[in-house]
């Protein structure tokens, strides 16, 4: 029975999840592999009204953006709780923010408030706070160190709250009751084409919007483990589902993962593909270590598990289908895949029982689902975990869609796609030049399934713009409240979207991390060995870059080539290159880690003005990746990264 909260606001629903589950723990923190610290739903709500009362009297006003700079961690959630029911707006950031970054977003959303996760981040903002000129106010979250001059300890903000508390302050409780659907409860700050951070607005209804349709049923008695940044939209909704469900969080680490799902042995979370492509290869070094007998049984029962999946997915109709198919044809294959399960059924249940089911056991055998999302999962992870018993729910949304648009279901589970939409979504296919909207499209036979082209969706969770920044909200939020994706997809036959690509310059990676390649590039440029060069690395683990070189300075350096084609195997241009990247890279110092470009290749034609870039020398992305889709391949595939 489905159990989840519906409240009008989010303010609303931490009040209904403390009246529904009071006593229920709703954040775990690990002390020890084996010790968890709960607090309680009731704990929370009163802290979090405490809180909000502190902030008040500090000066918050409804509306207000606050800022929240902090990784994962149980007074993030708390502060969080703070600002909304002050009917204030969460502006958050990781801790890895950049000085520039901070600069930019504290400024441009105005923020006189910030919440500052630790001792390194409140040296940080003190040390720039003569370039934040608005803000007032510093709130140091963590209870392990000592505030500067002029920082407040957030103990010290939720007495001063208390005290109003116990005065008959209703402050609180009027500002809850002023809150409206279409307030904002959050304004995140994303990179931008230029490099510059945009906030997307996202509103207390599209936030509740995403409690209804998320099609996985949890209740008080499940565990969930939180890996994911959380001010990353995509691990915020889950954890304010979480809370709706009444289902206890476990903040995790990479460090301590292995142990924690072995221990906290949880039945749902959220992950990313880098999550998976780390259990994979781990379940693989421990197949290659095992005893020869042990490695074969794994090799059968994963054979029987590919070949039953599969029968499976074929029968159910989820299969990825491509392509339109004949019901006859179909018909006859399904009786195929019946006698090949007929006769697979003993043996796959004596393996799946006896080899298999450790497998799940050592990725946390209590897990009933996973959606994975923030970049897409590899088709090879994908399969390996649904055959061998683990359904991976991949995901599709962004942040300006608070965030998701489609999403796998148990009965819904087509490798390869992310799925069917979810309830009350639109999308539409729409040809990247003409802006032609190829489905659904009444005139094509199969309406327009199988045809590519850039996704348009509308609905109740798209964002109400880019904060203060009315032009660029108007290339992507067009008439009739669609909006541009930037994301290149088409529908499947069986009605799964399959996410083909990206139109827009924006690189996921598979842990996640969202970054613009045209600062990097624009700062490659600057060398006198690089003529052009496109940054790569959409749903991988670095950031690669295909490079034409500049043939006379080489030349000039004293290397026989006659043509770019020369250069691309000389192993002397490729070290030049190589530490060339370093040195451009390292000059500014403005780019994190995940940002560094790690492999390249060189190319040996230039990129033509009306092919490769536009008449502006504009980089056309779609049609470079496609071109050089062999050579990308390579690059990630490659065994050893030498830059």
């Not at 970054?101 to 923020?111: D, P, Q, S, T």
């Not at 084409?193 to 008695?221: D, F, R, W, Y």
């Not at 939180?226 to 469900?245: A, D, G, K, N």
């Not at 997809?489 to 083909?500: A, E, Q, V, W, Y």
Request: charge should be neutral; charged fraction near 25%.
């Amino acid at each position: 029975m489905d159990s989840r909260i519906i409240a009008s606001n989010l303010a609303d629903l931490y009040k209904k999840a403390a009246d529904k589950y009071e006593t229920l723990p709703a954040f775990a923190t690990r002390r020890t592999s084996l010790e968890w610290q709960p607090v309680t739903f009731r704990e929370l709500y009163e802290r979090g009204r405490k809180l909000s009362a502190g902030l008040i009297e500090l000066g918050v006003e409804a509306r207000e953006q606050v800022g929240l700079l902090s990784d994962n961690r149980y007074e993030w959630m708390l502060a969080d709780y703070g600002i909304q029911l002050s009917g204030a707006v969460n502006t958050p950031r990781g801790a890895d923010v950049t000085d520039d970054e901070l600069i930019y977003i504290v400024n441009h959303a105005r923020i006189r408030v910030a919440f500052v996760e630790n001792d390194a981040l409140q040296k940080k903002i003190v040390r720039l706070r003569p370039e934040l000129p608005e803000l007032q106010e510093i709130i140091l979250m963590s209870p392990k160190s000592e505030p500067l001059e002029g920082v407040r300890a957030l103990e010290e903000v939720m007495a001063i709250g208390a005290l109003q508390l116990e005065k008959g302050d209703k402050r609180v409780d009027e500002r809850m009751e002023g809150i409206r659907p279409d307030d904002l409860f959050t304004l995140i700050y994303t990179s931008g084409t230029t490099g510059k951070p945009k906030g997307v607005m996202l509103t207390h209804s599209n936030m509740m919007s995403q409690m209804s349709v998320i099609p996985i049923e949890l209740a008080c008695t499940d565990r969930v483990l939180s890996i994911l940044p959380i001010w990353h939209i995509f691990e915020r909704v889950f954890e304010v589902y979480t809370i709706s469900c009444g289902a206890c969080n476990y903040y995790t680490s990479i460090r301590t993962l292995g142990e924690d799902l072995q221990n906290v042995e949880p039945t749902f979370m959220g992950s990313a593909p880098r999550l998976w492509e780390s259990l994979h290869q781990r379940i693989l070094d421990n197949v290659r270590s095992a005893h020869p007998v042990r490695r074969a049984l794994f090799h059968i029962a994963y054979f029987l598990g590919h070949y039953y999946q599969e029968s499976i997915f074929y029968i159910t109709e989820n299969d990825l289908q491509l392509k339109p198919q004949s019901r006859i044809k179909r018909a006859i294959f399904k009786i195929g895949h019946l006698i090949r399960l007929f006769i697979m059924v003993p043996w796959y249940g004596f393996f799946n029982a006896a080899v298999l089911e450790s497998v799940r056991k050592s990725a946390g055998g209590s897990i009933k689902a996973t959606v994975s999302g923030g970049g897409a999962l590899p088709i090879e992870i994908d399969k390996f975990f649904n055959y061998i018993g683990i359904p991976v729910l991949e995901g599709y949304g962004m942040t300006e869609t608070c965030p998701v648009i489609a999403v796998r279901t148990e009965d819904k589970l087509v490798n390869g796609t992310v799925g069917p939409l979810v309830p009350d979504t639109e999308i539409r296919i729409v040809d990247l030049e003409t802006e032609e909207v190829l489905y659904p499209n009444s005139k094509n036979p199969y309406e327009g399934r199988g045809m590519r082209g850039e996704i348009w969706v509308r609905g109740p969770q798209v964002m109400k713009g880019y904060y203060r920044e009315p032009e660029i909200t108007k290339t992507v939020l067009r008439e009739g409240g669609w909006l541009r994706t930037g994301d290149l997809g088409m529908m499947t036959f069986n009605d799964s979207l399959k996410i083909l690509g990206r139109s827009k310059s924006t690189i996921v990676l598979s842990n996640g991390e969202n970054l613009e390649p045209e600062p990097i590039e624009m700062q490659l440029r600057q060398s006198r060995y690089i003529e052009q060069c496109m940054v790569v690395g959409q749903d991988q683990k670095f950031v690669g870059a295909l490079i034409v070189p500049k043939l006379e300075t080489f030349v000039e350096e004293g290397i026989n080539a006659d043509s770019l084609k020369d250069l691309v195997d000389h192993p002397k241009a490729h070290k030049m290159i190589r530490d060339e990247i370093r040195t451009m890279m390292a000059r500014t110092g403005g780019f994190k880690r995940f940002e560094q470009v790690r492999e390249f290749r060189l190319l040996s034609k230039t990129f033509k003005v009306g092919d490769e870039v536009t008449n502006l020398f504009k980089l056309k992305r779609h049609v470079i990746e496609k071109k050089y889709e062999q050579t990308i391949k390579e690059m990630f595939s490659a065994k050893e990264v030498k830059v």
